[in-house]
């Protein structure tokens, strides 16, 4: 099955995404403008709409990979190659790689027509334990309402109530609370609140242990003071 997403200028449609490294296989001027990319197995149909607002786009599509990791790294390389940064908010942009609670390792791409394209591997991860804890809850919630539905409003709400009352909270979820209220933070244009959550999750004293079960968390670490200092950003 191929998606057929709606855009504003196929110009910039194709532009982005030949720079993540897909080939337009078919561009149509009339008699409506239409083109398709293609990288691998991915393929992806475009259609001009008339009056089409990015910002107000409900689009988005699934697509299953068989090498994420390298995948979301080469579309990295790409759009900081291309732009001169890695847009991480704002349209268009790349979200976080994360292992969520259903099995499947992902990401979400936003490109300049407001798609959001789920990219996915299954992870083989079926022995995820349930959270206990109301931050533990909490964290579950707000990384589904982050990585799969793109609503840092909502995953601001959630963290900030449960993070106000952690009581006997291990650091090492903390940490993990905190980085992803980071990302809420930036994506709503709050850079000193994220970069005061990150300087607390700089100075957390977790065991080598410990952060290696959270990699993923402090690679986004890594890759947020990096968009925060960034001269523009969406």
């Known amino acids: 099955m191929i998606p057929i997403l709606p855009c504003r200028s196929i110009d910039d449609q194709l532009a982005f995404y030949e720079s993540i490294g897909f080939e337009v296989t078919y561009r149509q001027k009339a008699p409506n403008v239409y083109a398709s990319v293609q990288r691998g197995a991915i393929e992806l149909h475009f259609f001009v709409l008339k009056g089409y607002e990015p910002a107000n786009s409900y689009s988005s599509c699934y697509v299953y990979v068989s090498d994420i990791d390298r995948l979301y790294a080469d579309f990295r390389d790409g759009l900081k190659r291309s732009l001169g940064r890695v847009p991480t908010r704002g349209i268009p942009r790349i979200g976080a790689l994360k292992d969520m609670s259903y099995g499947v390792r992902q990401f979400l791409l936003t490109d300049p027509g407001g798609n959001i394209i789920r990219i996915g591997q299954p992870s083989g991860r079926t ?108």
């Open 127 to 234: 022995d995820v334990a349930r959270p206990t804890s109301r931050l533990a809850k909490a964290l579950e919630a707000a990384t589904l309402l982050m990585h799969s539905k793109g609503d840092p409003e909502t995953t601001a709400r959630v963290l900030d109530a449960a993070m106000a009352d952690r009581r006997d909270a291990p650091d090492v979820l903390l940490v993990q609370a905190r980085i992803l209220r980071g990302e809420a933070a930036h994506a709503l244009g709050d850079d000193e609140l994220a970069a005061d959550l990150l300087d607390r999750v700089a100075a957390a004293e977790l065991e080598t242990d410990e952060r290696a079960t959270i990699a993923d968390d402090m690679a986004r670490a890594d890759e947020l003071r990096v968009a925060i200092t960034a001269p523009v950003d969406g």
